[in-house]
Every structure is written in C-alpha cells, then in structure tokens.
C-alpha cells in the first residue's frame, strides 16, 4: 500500500477556523440573552451544530479526506437523529 | 516479516471507535433530551446554577487547544519538528486549564453540598436532581475523556520529540488528534446544553 | 518469509511454545479457535444450567432447589449465552478464521487489536461470573437486567452488569477491525460485488456492533451508577422513568439479535451453494438484505415494549417497523431455497445442518411475526411462547448455523476429517431434541404459562414434561456431536472436501500462517459452478 500525499493545510486556515468558532461562541451567549422561550435549545442546537461542522471539516480533515469518511459521519448521525425521534414517538404522544 | 502499514485504515478505525465514542455520548445525550422534555422548567431554573463564566472560559481553551493539535499535525507534514512539540504542549497547557477550572466548579458544588447521593440533592426537586445528576455524569465521562486524551497527546509529543513520529509517518499524529477534537465536539453541545439554557 | 509460509498455523513457529504461543498469537485463524474453546466451555455451562431448568420444572412445585435459586440460575444462563456465547459467536470463531482468508488477506486489518478483543472477552466473562461467587449472591433480574428492580435488588447485580460491559467493548473492537479489514484489505479485483456472502454479513454485522453496542454500554454505567450514586435516571422516586431504561437497553439489544443471527445467514448463504454446487440465487439481492437487515434491525426496538406504558402511536409505529425487518429475512430465505432448485445436492453433514437452520428460523420468524403484531403480542407476551420464539432464532438459529459452519469448515481449520455417520446422528438428536423441547413452549405459551416462573398450574405439567425429554436428547446430541468432532483425530483433509468456489479451499487445510504465499488476483463472481 503506497503512502499517498495528503493535503497540507496552512497555518492560517486554522487561525481563522479558529476565529469563526469563538465567534459562534460569542452568538450562543449572546443570544441567551435574549428571551426566545421554547426557541431557546433550538437556537442553541443549530449554532452547536454549525460548530461541530466546521470542526468535522476542516480540524478533523473530512474535507480533505476521502468521501467515504463523510458519508459514514453522515449515515451514523442520521441512524442516531432518528433513534431519538423514533424515541419521542413515545415521550412526546405518551 | 515488514509490518503492513496502512494510513488510511488506522485512519478509518480511528474514525469507526469515534463513532462509538459519539454513540457513548449520545445515549447521555438521549436521557437528557427526554428529562428536559419533562421537567422543561426545572431544568431551566437549575441551570442557572452552573457557572456560565467559567464554562464559557473551558469552551474558549478547548477550542483553541483543538486548533493547536492541527496546527501540529501541520508543523510535522511540513517537517518543522520544534512547532510541533511547542503545538501540542499549548495544547496540554490548555487541557490543564480546563480540568483547573472544573476542578474549582466541581469542588464548589461539593462543597456546599451537592453531588449524586447527597442528602440535600435527594431533597431537591425531581428536575433538579436529574439536571444535577446529568451535569455531573456527562461532564463527568467528557473530563475523563479529556484525561485520556491528554496522556495520548503526551505520549505523541515525546515521540514526535523523538522522530519516530516525522514527516513520513504521522498518522498516530492524526489519530491522537481525531481523539481529541472528539473532546472538543462533546464540548460543543455540553456547553450550551447545560449551561446556557438558563 | 518465504519459509515461514510453507508451516501450518497450528505448528509453534516463533519464539513461543505450547500455550504460550497461543496467548501470544496475532493470527486470525488462531484468535478465532481461541474465541471457539472458551465459547464452548460457556455454551456447555449455559446448556447445563439450562437442564437444571428443565429438571426443576420437571413438575409442578418446588423439586430440587428454592425460587431465589431459579431466578439466579435463569439470570445467569441468560447472561453466558446471550453476553458470551451468541453475541460474539459465529463473528468472532468464523468470522476470524475464515473471513480473512475469504477475501483474500494475510491477516485482519489490526491483529494485535484483534488478540486485545479476545482478553476483553475473557476478562469480561470473568467479570461477569465472579457475580456469582462474590457479593450478595448471584443476581435475580433476568439478562435484561430491567430497571427499577436492578437498581434495588441486593444480589450482584454490579459486577453482571460490568462484565457486559466490558464484553461490549470486545464486541466494538471486533466490529471495528472487521470493517477496516473488509474495506482496506480485500484481493486486488475483488470489489465489494464479488466478495463472498459470509464477509458480507460480517461487514452489516460489524456496523451494528460499532453503532448500537456503545449504547447499552453506558447504560449499563448508568444502571451502576444509580445503584452507586443514585443518579435517578431510572427511579421514578426522584424523577426518572423506568421505561427510559427498556428504551435504552433495547436499542441496543435488539439489533443485538442481528448482531447474532446475520453472520449465521452469511454462514448458510455459504454452505447451500457449496453442497447444491449451484451458483447462489439473487447474490445482490442476499448482500443488500444484510445491510438492510442491519439498518432497520436499529429501528425496531420498541417491540420488546408494548406492554410497558408508552404511547399508542409509539406501539404502532415500531409494529409497523418490526414488520418491515421480515422482508429481507423471507428474502435470504426465498434465495436458499431458490439455490438449491434443480442443484445436485449432496447431502453432508454441514448441509443437514443448514435446512436445520432453515427450518427452525422459519418457525422462529414466524412466530415472531405474531409477537410483532400488537393484539396477540399483548396475550403472549411474557409467556412461554416468546421463550420458545427466541429460542427458535438464537439456538435453532445461531446455534444450528454455528454447527453447520463447524462441520463445513472443520477439515479447514484441523486439516482433517471427521465421521460423517456420527456428525450424521448428532444432527439427529439435537434436531428432534431441540424441536420437543422448544414446541411445546409455544403451545403451554398461548394457554397461558408465564415466563420465568419456578412453579406452575398442574395443566401444564405434560407440556413441560415432553420439553424435558426434548432437553434430555439435546444434551445427547451435543455430547456426540463434541466427541465425534474432538475425542479423535479422523483421516486427512484435502484442501477442498466440499467443491466450495470461494478462496479458504485454494489454501492448504490446515492454511499456512499467512494464509497466501502470493495473494491471488479476483477476476470473477465468487460462486462459479457452472
């Protein structure tokens, strides 16, 4: 098996990566700030999310990696979304 | 006979045990979805116990920790070995503060009181204990990771100190940072979700 | 290099001798004998236990021990056979020693990882035995270790339950190295659509491992943490929802049920071809139903709970779900028959076992069909009838292909034969064994018999009668079946004893330490007869 060449990534991707995330930081406190009721975890869950996307991304390469590896991160959070709405079928109409 | 190297597998296993570290989590993650759907309120109200300041500070060193690790695995690809020592010890550094830091919220909690078990959690509302209890046992499991996490990351830096970890062959690199922006990744929904629901 | 290849895998070659060898191996071949000698030991404990069962049923009323001691004995037959027997089963014995060879590698993907699971196996066995020598007594909750009665009972449920776990992560590891291995090592040419059917249910196998035993891997923490810490998740008295624990627990435990039943189709998916010398009907119809198996096999779980008190729509929906599974597993089971149609079938024992299989998961599917259905789930449930179900899948099932694959790929790993007379006699008594005991089960079942009781109602007693004989044969069959295929050494195997098409019979048998000299190159389907 030959070693392929993998894709180097510049030290200032990573500082604005960097710069992105404490901004989203910064939004998710923020808005806590603010009385948005029931929206309160949404909001929350949708800034967390774009976060973990960015760090899937390009911290953890799948950018840069082969496809293969998105497609499984995407299979195994799907199966997992839909154990938990599967879940609330019950919580929710008990 | 010369040992079969393959990066691209260690880098798929390391992926698959990410999975099962995600799907450790999640079923924390699916206790806490269902209690908040139940105790919405009480929830809310406990929340406000939790430091948000010194959460707020871990999230910030844990994002630039995770930041550092993959500027290392830079510095080694480009074969800047001195970087990438200096890289993960930031990164150790940060780890430090992190576990400093709740070491503090942690002890405090104790300290007046309240941790699984205690006589004043036990009197305490139904949706406090179950916010309590899981504070204490995903921030728990997520610290422990953290630990782990570190000993690999200190185990990598002396090896990359050593040069058997160099431009040629860096995947343990790139596992040990998978690992640790899994930490990271925990990080990112804990915070809000125990913290910021206030 | 090239003199180390001509050596079997089971003579010493490296530094190490005798047993030492063994523990110290990184063959696959190796690790997969080891998984069999320890599984054996538990399977005939389980079995054992199992027939102290039967006796003490035997009639009405208390006969040889107390009700605390049925319960303990329940829970831990439950626990060996489910935990360390079916769960790793044929995975980690075949699996291991046939899948590399399968698809042409020299070893799995991480082989010092693969010898890791094994000490995890056998370290979280033990963990889980000691429950029942240390503490306050052997647990009395049942292998499902059900909240709340879990958190408060006295016996050792900790230590149960810690073995779980860490047998869990054995699992998780062997999942994880049998997906690198199928992705990254397969011969050059073999692309996933010519590899053969077994590492195909291996790999839907390894992904339900990988994805749905971490679950009830923290849940077990959290069961031990509520006894230890009184967390309150489970415990309705300080908020906690004791159903939340069935949910948990199932969804991991039933796709646990894949995780057993779906390299057993892969190993009858094999042999039907072989002894039918048949080209398999429909390959990619048989390679998508596992995937599709696995994948709504995570869905469905809920349909252990429609007694429990969740919501109406949740019972239907996961009815509906349960319903869909059977799709792809009548699909499997329409190709193997399909296969053998006009085939010139020889009838060996690895074949008999095979439409035992056949037989005997029909009936199990098919009395699980009406265990899906709410309205007759609500009678039966609980009673002897769903022991009987499950006992059709996981021992007519599991049990019967794990037989089969032992008799097909015997010659392979011991380069010898065995009598096939006696293997012949043995498949006789354990299929008439096996069928009066369990059958019964389902007709006492729908008349009402609960399920782990210690006594019952005096109408019952000729039902629980005719399983005892059943037992009694059974246990006859495994003892030949064992003695014929350990008490002597039989003549010498050819490399391929059966005709199979697939690669483990163009290696030596035994095969060589690293199975190849030189990996072939694939240039067709595997299952070329014609």
């Given at each position: 098996m030959t070693h392929t060449e993998s894709h180097i990534t510049d030290y200032r991707v990573y500082g604005w990566v960097l710069l992105a995330l404490l901004i989203l930081t910064t939004i998710t406190i923020t808005v806590?700030?603010?009385?948005?009721?029931?929206l309160t975890v949404l909001v929350a869950l949708i800034i967390a999310s774009v976060k973990s996307f960015i760090v899937l991304r390009y911290f953890m390469h799948l950018k840069f990696e082969s496809r293969l590896f998105t497609v499984f991160v995407v299979m195994v959070l799907s199966i997992y979304i839909l154990v938990i709405a599967l879940t609330f079928f019950d919580y929710l109409l008990r | 006979m010369e040992m079969h190297r393959d990066d691209i597998g260690a880098k798929l296993g390391m992926w698959l045990f990410i999975f099962t570290e995600i799907l450790l989590f999640g079923g924390l993650f699916l206790v806490y979805a269902v209690m908040r759907h139940r105790y919405a309120d009480e929830f809310h109200q406990a929340?406000?116990?939790?430091?948000a300041f010194i959460g707020t500070v871990n999230t910030v060193v844990l994002l630039l920790s995770s930041a550092t690790v993959a500027m290392s695995i830079t510095a080694v690809q480009k074969g800047e070995k001195r970087k990438g020592v200096l890289f993960i010890l930031v990164t150790l550094i940060c780890a430090g503060i992190f576990l400093f830091n709740k070491y503090f919220e942690w002890g405090h909690k104790f300290s007046i009181g309240?941790?699984?078990?205690s006589d004043m959690m036990i009197g305490l509302k139904h949706g406090y204990i179950l916010f309590f209890s899981l504070y204490f046992f995903m921030t728990g499991l997520h610290v422990l990771h953290l630990i782990v996490g570190s000993i690999i990351l200190t185990v990598i830096m002396i090896r990359i100190q050593t040069g058997s970890i160099n431009k040629e062959r860096y995947v343990l690199l790139e596992n040990g940072g998978l690992y640790w922006h899994l930490v990271d990744l925990i990080w990112i929904f804990l915070f809000p979700l125990l913290y910021l629901i206030t | 290099m090239a003199e180390a290849?001509?050596?079997?895998?089971?003579?010493n070659t490296g530094k190490y001798k005798g047993i030492l060898a063994w523990l110290t191996t990184t063959d696959h071949k190796r690790i997969g004998l080891m998984y069999m000698y320890a599984m054996m030991v538990f399977f005939i404990v389980g079995v054992l236990l199992g027939e102290l069962m039967r006796l003490e049923l035997?009639?009405?009323?208390?006969?040889?021990?107390?009700a605390q001691t049925y319960n303990g004995i329940f829970t831990i037959h439950g626990i060996i056979m489910i935990?360390?027997?079916?769960?790793?089963?044929l995975a980690a014995v075949f699996g291991n020693f046939s899948m590399p060879i399968m698809i042409g590698a020299?070893?799995?993907?991480f082989p010092r990882l693969n010898l890791f699971s094994w000490y995890l196996f056998i370290l979280g066995a033990a963990i889980a035995l000691s429950s029942q020598f240390l503490?306050?007594?052997?647990?009395?909750?049942?292998?499902?270790?059900?909240a709340p009665y879990s958190t408060q009972?006295?016996?050792?449920?900790v230590a149960a339950v810690f073995g779980a776990f860490v047998l869990g992560f054995s699992s998780i590891l062997t999942g994880l190295n049998f997906i690198v291995t199928i992705h990254r090592l397969?011969?050059?040419?073999?692309?996933f659509f010519r590899m053969p059917l077994f590492p195909w249910s291996l790999y839907a196998t390894a992904w339900i491992q990988v994805l749905a035993t971490p679950i009830v891997g923290i849940t077990l923490l959290m069961v031990i943490a509520e006894r230890?810490?009184?967390?309150?998740?489970?415990d309705p008295s300080l908020g906690g929802d004791p159903i939340l624990y069935q949910h948990l627990f199932w969804i991991y435990s039933h796709p646990a049920v894949y995780i057993m039943i779906l390299p057993a189709m892969g190993v009858i998916t094999e042999i039907i071809p072989t002894f039918a010398q048949r080209r398999v009907f429909g390959y990619k119809a048989i390679a998508l139903s596992s995937l599709a198996i696995a994948l709504v096999g995570y869905f469905v779980?809920?349909?252990?709970?429609?007694?429990?008190?969740?919501?109406i729509t949740a019972r239907w929906v996961f009815s509906l779900l349960t319903f869909l599974v059977a799709v792809p597993s009548a699909i499997k089971v329409f190709n193997w028959v399909t296969t053998m149609y006009k085939g010139s079938i020889s009838v060996k024992p690895p074949f008999l076992f095979a439409l035992g299989f056949i037989f005997l998961f029909m009936i199990g599917g098919l009395t699980g069909l009406s265990l899906g259905s709410l309205a007759t789930d609500i009678h039966v449930?609980?009673?002897a009838y769903v022991v009987a179900h499950f006992h059709y899948i996981i021992f007519g099932g599991v049990g019967f292909a794990f037989f089969a694959a032992l008799h097909y790929w015997y010659p392979k790993m011991y380069g010898r034969m065995y009598n096939f007379r006696r293997a012949n006699m043995a498949f006789g008594f354990l299929f008439v064994g096996f069928n009066l005991l369990y059958f019964p089960q389902f007709v006492i079942g729908i008349m009402g018999m609960p399920r782990r009781y210690f006594d019952y109602l005096p109408q019952f007693t000729l039902g629980q009668q005719i399983s005892a004989v059943g037992g009694l044969l059974l246990l006859i069959g495994i003892i030949i079946m064992l003695a014929n295929l350990f008490s002597k050494k039989g003549a010498k195997a050819p490399d391929n004893p059966w005709g199979g098409?697939?690669?483990?019979?163009?290696?030596?048998?035994?095969?060589?330490?690293?199975?190849?000299?030189e990996i072939p190159v694939i240039t067709g389907e595997p299952y070329n007869y014609e």
């Open positions: 806590t700030w603010i009385d948005l009721s029931a | 929340a406000h116990q939790l430091n309240l941790y699984p078990g | 290849i001509t050596h079997s895998y089971l003579e035997f009639r009405p009323g208390q006969q040889f021990y107390n935990f360390t027997v079916v769960i790793p089963g020299h070893d799995v993907a503490g306050n007594g052997p647990p009395d909750t049942g292998w499902t270790f059900y009972t006295h016996t050792n449920v397969r011969a050059p040419g073999m692309t230890w810490l009184r967390i309150g998740f489970f779980w809920a349909h252990h709970m429609y007694t429990s008190g969740m919501s449930h609980d009673t098409s697939t690669l483990e019979w163009t290696v030596p048998s035994p095969p060589p330490v690293e199975n190849f000299d």
